[in-house]
Each structure stands twice: as structure tokens, then as C-alpha cells.
């Protein structure tokens, strides 16, 4: 489906914000030449069904350096697409990620270098730093193999993210949401972040890890970092 109306009704804003994000994961190192992809959830449409699954997304094949804002695509849950190019091969992975988690208000996947070697040997990250709890539990899952941009991978990907934001994707990179495009980018660095730590530290023997319960104290604490008590 090409240009359209429907299009036209996406704020200007987010499409620059969109973009902006993922030439900022570029920057960062996440990702390099036509690899990875970003979207954002678009408010709902009272006349769509799976109207939270409606996004705006990055497209399919472009470096982002070449990328206008008016190139990001609204992609609809049925596949259907408003936009002059068609969106990234995997936005059925950010489309099941939106409909399986309400708090995701944004989506990126990156093949960035310490995530992907992790994902190559197809480990989960263990509790060998405290800010693993950052994603929200004890460990970052590794998602089953599947073939880039198919259900399958979608499906594996929902399952490692089950009570977590963050997972690898095995033989493949990262993804990672949060609550919007700035909140998912700087969980993003910090994922990686934490990848390339872990993948040191491997350098040096098996670490120590935290025991379950001094992890369960660290996601207690989590649960209301950066935030006013009550």
C-alpha cells in the first residue's frame, strides 16, 4: 500500500524523533549499514482491530543515514503499510511485541557486536552484575533460532521477553522496549553495555554470580528507581 492519507496524519515530530533514534543507535554502535530497525506505537485507532498493534516504523533495506522522516512507515497489524516504502522485514516482531506488552511504547532491534556474539553462542546473561535487574528479572533470556522476519521468530521473541524488556535473539542480535523512543534507545546502550562487560569478564574465568535473593532485593529496588516514593 503506498502513500496515503493515513500517513499524512502522523505527526511530522515522531517520524523526525523515529528517525533520529536510529541514526542515534549508529552512532552508538548498535548498528551498522541497513541493519537493525526501530519503531514506535501509534495511538490507537477506535475503528482498527488490533488497533495497539499499529505503529510507526522504520523501512525495509534503507541505511538510516539515507532516510527522510517522510519514509517512516505506519504499519497496520495485517501487514498493510501507508508510506512511499514498505517497512522493515521484521515488523511482525515489533507488531507482537506491541500486542503482548502494554507497556511497550517503543521497539528497537539492533545487531550490535556483543549482543550478537553473545546471541551466537546462544547464552542467557546471567546474574553476574546487579543491573541485569534493569530488564526485570535475574537473568536476559536468549530467544529460540528462527529465521529473520517470520512468525516464528516473533514467537521466540515474545516467549524470552515474558516479564522482561530486553533479550537476545539467537544467531541474530538484540531487542529491546521501553515506554518511548528515548527510554528504549538508553535501555538499548545500556544493554549492550552490559553485553560487552559480560563478555570481558568471560575473558577472565566464570564469574561470580549474585544468588536469587540478592537479586530479588535489586529488583525491589528497581521497581521504584528514578521515581518519587510514596
Known amino acids: 500500500m503506498n502513500a496515503s492519507n493515513v500517513s499524512d496524519q502522523v505527526d511530522p515530530g515522531l517520524r523526525s524523533a523515529l528517525l533520529d533514534t536510529m541514526r542515534a543507535m549508529d552512532d552508538a554502535r548498535l548498528n551498522v549499514g541497513t541493519a537493525g530497525n526501530a519503531s514506535v506505537r501509534l495511538p490507537a485507532d477506535a475503528d482498527a482491530a488490533h488497533a495497539t498493534a499499529r505503529m510507526l516504523i522504520t523501512p525495509s533495506g534503507v541505511p538510516a543515514e539515507r532516510c527522510r522522516p517522510e519514509d517512516m512507515a505506519v504499519a497496520e497489524a495485517d501487514g498493510s503499510y501507508h508510506g512511499p516504502l ?9 507488531r507482537d511485541i506491541y500486542a503482548a506488552f502494554p507497556a511497550a511504547g517503543a521497539v528497537l532491534h539492533a545487531h550490535s557486536p556483543f549482543a550478537t556474539a553473545l546471541a551466537c553462542q546462544r ?11 534493569r530488564f526485570g528479572g535475574s537473568t536476559i533470556r536468549c530467544a529460540a533460532y528462527a529465521t529473520f522476519g517470520t512468525q516464528a521468530l516473533s514467537d521466540a521473541t515474545v516467549a524470552a521477553l515474558q516479564d522482561r524488556s530486553a ?3 539467537a544467531n541474530h542480535g538484540m531487542v529491546v522496549y521501553g515506554r518511548d523512543l528515548a527510554h528504549a534507545l538508553a535501555l538499548a546502550i545500556e544493554f549492550e553495555t552490559l553485553c560487552e562487560q559480560y563478555w570481558r569478564t568471560l575473558q577472565l574465568g566464570v564469574p561470580v554470580l549474585l544468588t536469587e535473593a540478592e537479586m530479588a532485593e535489586v529488583i525491589e529496588r528497581f521497581r521504584w528507581y528514578g521515581r518519587a516514593r510514596s
Open 86 to 94: 514498505a517497512p522493515s522485514s521484521e515488523w511482525q516482531l515489533h
Open 123 to 133: 547464552v542467557e546473561i546471567p546474574p553476574f552484575h546487579y543491573m541485569i535487574a
Open 167 to 169: 533479550c537476545l535473539l
